[in-house]
């Protein structure tokens, strides 16, 4: 995966970007003429968790997961 979060204690989370995920990331702080990276996946994380699971429309389109990142009924 190339997305691989690390759990060092309880509230904190380390996150390894690789595989184009670091150039999507650079691509958003470019569009939207963030500070960096930080202030990037603070602004993703504020906006996915004010739809509360609704998708995500972005002009071109409605967005959710897609079943292979969702978890599987048990």
């Not at 060092?8 to 939207?32: M, S």
């Amino acid at each position: 995966m190339a997305i691989k979060i690390e759990i060092p204690e309880e509230g904190k989370r380390k996150i390894d970007l690789d595989n184009g995920h670091v150039k999507a990331l650079e691509k958003i702080v470019e569009d939207y003429g963030l500070k960096g990276e930080n202030e990037a996946l603070s602004f993703i994380l504020s906006i996915i968790s004010e739809a509360e699971g609704r998708a995500i429309d972005n002009g071109k389109g409605s967005f959710l997961p897609s079943e292979k990142l969702k978890k599987q009924p048990e």
